[in-house]
């Protein structure tokens, strides 16, 4: 069972390459542009990666306590709220 598994990731390791560079070059422009949004947003200096985790904090408290409070809606609407 091991080897199995063990061939079946060779052969999708193998296929790698080719796969990459079957992307086009619009793609990977497109790709690069994404990213470095992405870093000059989020990621660029330790005060925008401090303030990006807590604003991802704050939300999964925000979401967790507005959900909690919906799991009446679920009991009795059913699919209408989810």
């Known amino acids: 069972m091991f080897s199995n598994a063990l061939v079946s990731y060779v052969v999708v390791f193998v296929q790698v390459p080719s796969l990459v560079r079957s992307v086009g070059s619009d793609v990977v422009l497109l790709m690069r542009q994404q990213t470095q949004f992405l870093w000059d947003t989020y990621f660029s200096s330790v005060e925008k990666i ?4 807590l604003e991802a904090r704050m939300f999964k408290i925000f979401l967790v306590r507005y959900t ?4 009446w809606l679920t009991i009795y609407c059913g699919d209408l709220v989810m």
């Open 50 to 53: 401090v303030t990006t985790t």
């Open 68 to 71: 909690a409070g919906l799991w």
